[in-house]
T-cell receptor
Framework: DAGITQSPRYKITETGRQVTLMCHQTWSHSYMFWYRQDLGHGLRLIYYSAAADITDKGEVPDGYVVSRSKTENFPLTLESATRSQTSVYFC????????????????FGEGSRLTVL | QQQVKQSPQSLIVQKGGISIINCAYENTAFDYFPWYQQFPGKGPALLIAIRPDVSEKKEGRFTISFNKSAKQFSLHIMDSQPGDSATYFCAASTSGGSYIPTFGRGTSLIVHP
C-alpha cells in the first residue's frame, strides 16, 4: 500500500534492551521525521532527516539513534530502553519538490506504541 | 522554553456549538502555521494552514484567525459535530528552516451529541 507505514504498532520491552522502530514510505519524500507523543507534552521532535545519509537532532534526541541509508526507510533505535521512553512514536515525511514544495505539510504514520517495563 | 503555547488542554462542546482553540508563539521568524487533527489510534493529519500575509482562512466549518502583532492564532470550528471529537495540534515553522514544525501540546476536543 502506498503511504507511510510503521512497525511494530505495539511493542513491550524491558529496561536496558535495544529496540528498533521501523518507518517506511513509498512516496520518495525527501524529509522524514520521528516524533514522540506524550500526554501533556504534545509532539516532540526526536530526529529528522533531509535526505539519505543526512540526519539531525531534534528537541529530544538523547537515548535514540537513527540512520537513513535509503530514502524510503528511517529506523529509530533505542539503544538501551528506559521507562521514560515509554511513549507513542510517530514517523512522518514531507515532500520538498513540485507543488508540495511550499506547503510544509507532514504526512504521519499511524504510530508505534512502546512500553518499557 | 515552549515556543508554541496552546490552550485549552481540553475542551467540551455541545453539538452545534463553536469550538475555539488558541495558540501563541514567540519566534517572529515563523511564517507557516498549520493545524493538525488526530483521531484516537491514528497519526495527525493536516487540517488547515495559514501564512502571516492573511488574517483569516476558512475551509468549510474550520477557520484560522491570525493576529501577527499579538503573535497569536486560533482555530474556530463552527457548528461542531461529534465527528470533530479529536485532538488538535497547532504548529509553527519557518520556510527558511525547511518547514520543520514546532507543535503545541494539543487540545482534546469532545463534542457531545
Amino acid at each position: 500500500d502506498a503511504g507511510i507505514t510503521q512497525s511494530p504498532r505495539y511493542k513491550i520491552t524491558e529496561t536496558g534492551r535495544q529496540v528498533t522502530l521501523m518507518c517506511h514510505q513509498t512516496w520518495s519524500h525527501s524529509y522524514m521525521f520521528w516524533y514522540r507523543q506524550d500526554l501533556g507534552h504534545g509532539l516532540r521532535l526526536i530526529y529528522y532527516s533531509a535526505a539519505a545519509d543526512i540526519t539531525d537532532k531534534g528537541e529530544v534526541p538523547d537515548g535514540y539513534v537513527v540512520s537513513r541509508s535509503k530514502t524510503e526507510n528511517f529506523p529509530l533505535t533505542l539503544e538501551s530502553a528506559t521507562r521514560s521512553q515509554t511513549s507513542v512514536y510517530f514517523c512522518a515525511s514531507r515532500e520538498t519538490s513540485g507543488r508540495a514544495k511550499n506547503t510544509g505539510e507532514l504526512f504521519f504514520g499511524e504510530g508505534s506504541r512502546l512500553t518499557v517495563l | 522554553q515552549q515556543q508554541v503555547k496552546q490552550s485549552p488542554q481540553s475542551l467540551i462542546v455541545q453539538k452545534g456549538g463553536i469550538s475555539i482553540i488558541n495558540c501563541a508563539y514567540e519566534n517572529t521568524a515563523f511564517d507557516y502555521f498549520p493545524w493538525y487533527q488526530q483521531f484516537p489510534g491514528k497519526g495527525p493529519a493536516l487540517l488547515i494552514a495559514i501564512r502571516p500575509d492573511v488574517s483569516e482562512k476558512k475551509e468549510g466549518r474550520f477557520t484560522i484567525s491570525f493576529n501577527k502583532s499579538a503573535k497569536q492564532f486560533s482555530l474556530h470550528i463552527m457548528d461542531s459535530q461529534p465527528g470533530d471529537s479529536a485532538t488538535y495540534f497547532c504548529a509553527a515553522s519557518t520556510s527558511g528552516g525547511s518547514y520543520i514544525p514546532t507543535f503545541g501540546r494539543g487540545t482534546s476536543l469532545i463534542v457531545h451529541p
